[in-house]
């Protein structure tokens, strides 16, 4: 019996007995996307991945393969579509995979599921996604398909935040390629951050509105939207610290199990 906790690295009967055994199957939903000049493209792909590993491990829970690309980035929330590296897929595109995995689970007996966003702009294109794969389910006779879907970022206390923004939290928007992604990426993979290359500038300053194409000098230059400087692994360490207990914990109460 193979113990791992990604899917994809067991077979076929090892998948139907876990699933059978009552195993929630665990999707990170990624992007491949800009973050700044000292960081990969791959940043929405680790985290959430790494996430997810540890709350399936406490939960007795299964990571499906990682979507690697996700809906487009955002100039107020990621950078934008113009960065050289980012390729990403249209809302239906993206949509359509997840309502295809879940459908597919789900036919095989799957019957929990946590959809684990990485990267802010597939928030609601995902929702359409989960929905499409339940309305396809019910439509074979499966009503029986239950699904949580969370950003891993909101799963962090006040406590912690104030100690890593003792000036105030800048939101969830601008810390694309900032504090909390470097930190994170230097606990997970210190080998892909390039410290050095950390962006010596503050925050971006948006207006609340957008305008479509980006006019001249809309886009942050650096594609780091906050401020990166002072990252660490020990900051990443209490973000994840915070972010496998409380949606562990979300987890046992949203799927009523014991422990
Ligand atoms: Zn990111
Ligand atoms: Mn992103």
Known sequence: MVESVFMAELSWPEWEARIQA???????????????????????VILPTGVAERVARQVGGLVAPTLNYGYKSMPRSGGGQSFPGTASL???TFSHTIRDVIRDMGLHG??????LNGHFENAW????GLDLALRDLRAEGIRDVTAMRLEYWDFVTPATLDRIFPD?????????????????????RPDLVAVEKIPQEGRAQFPPYDIHPPPPGYLRASGVLAD??????????WLMDDHVRLISAAVREGFQLGG
């Open 22 to 44: 009552g195993a929630i199957i665990f999707l990170p939903l990624g992007a491949t996307e800009q973050h700044g000049p000292h960081l990969p493209l791959n940043v929405d």
């Open 90 to 92: 249209d809302a239906a």
């Open 110 to 115: 799957a019957r929990r599921f946590v959809i």
């Open 125 to 128: 294109p995902s929702v359409e």
């Open 168 to 188: 105030g939290f800048p939101g969830t928007e601008l810390e694309h390629a900032s504090l909390i992604e470097t930190s994170l990426m230097l606990l997970l």
């Open 228 to 237: 990166a400087r002072g990252a660490s692994a020990q900051i990443g360490q």
